[in-house]
């Protein structure tokens, strides 16, 4: 038997990248999965079509969509077993002087008060047993110039998790961080030049950039049985580019 089979996820931002391979590795080991997507519609689709997966198309920043998403897996999952907050925006960096109200609202809104929401809305509905997992950056740790925001919302993530295991931990939940490093998607591509990325891959232990399934298959771990002893943690999935 699949070491997920009978239990239901929730992943946020699964139609490329880390997102879809955490849908693909759940569903492949037997989980059933709703993800959300906001515009890679085409994307969406071939991951559903390949895993099985159900597609739901949400924008995280929009409190109805939210809402509506919960409802879509409550009423097609088997029970809510596993919730992955992996969906963030990373669009805006700027400098602080620079950064308008507009700016930090919507980044709060989707880095920040979706992932509120879901946990709020986990702990409510999730069965015992159950595991959160959220999704956040070694750039917590190593910050840049122009990340404020970005850093800053991921930063809240860590801490949610670590007091909501508290909170849920009786009812055996576990909630859990993974703190990626330089993982190769089309989204660190396009915001880094090739020397960047060569330069990282030289300061990695495993001198390469990290691949998503590599995220992936952490999340798989700490949403599985072998996971149950660990929670209120936050896990560096870096390839030691931090030791």
């Known amino acids: 038997m699949s070491v997920l089979s009978g239990k239901g996820a929730l992943v946020t931002g699964g139609s490329r990248g880390i997102g879809k391979a955490i849908v693909e590795r759940l569903t ?21 079509e390949e895993t099985g997966a159900h597609a739901v198309r949400a924008d995280l920043g929009d409190r109805a969509d939210v809402e509506r998403l919960f409802a879509e897996a409550q009423a097609r999952l088997p029970g809510v077993d596993i919730l992955v907050n992996n969906a963030a925006s990373a669009e805006i960096q700027k400098p602080i002087a620079d950064i308008s109200d507009d700016d930090y609202e919507r980044m709060f809104a989707v880095n920040v008060h979706a992932v509120f ?9 999730m069965r015992d047993g159950g595991s959160v997992v959220n999704i956040s950056s070694i750039n917590t740790q ?27 931990g009786e009812r055996g939940i576990t909630v859990n961080t993974v ?6 998607t089309d ?7 090739p020397e960047a990325l060569e330069q990282t891959k030289a300061l990695t232990a495993l001198r390469r950039l990290g691949r998503p399934d590599d995220i992936a298959a952490v999340v798989a771990f700490l949403a599985g049985p ?11 999935a870096g390839g ?4």
């Open 179 to 184: 703190s990626s490093g330089a993982t190769d």
């Open 240 to 243: 030691g580019l931090l030791v």
């Open 187 to 193: 989204m660190l591509r396009a915001a880094n030049p």
């Open 226 to 236: 072998d996971g149950r002893w660990i929670t209120g943690q936050n896990l560096l």
């Open 28 to 48: 492949g080991d037997g989980a059933d999965v709703v993800f959300c997507y906001q515009h890679s519609a085409e994307a969406a689709a071939r991951v559903a």
């Open 117 to 125: 929401l879901a946990m709020r809305w986990a702990a409510r509905v």
């Open 142 to 168: 190593v910050p840049a110039p122009g990340l404020t925001l970005y850093c800053g919302g991921k930063g809240a993530v860590e801490q949610f998790a670590k007091v909501v295991a508290r909170e849920v």
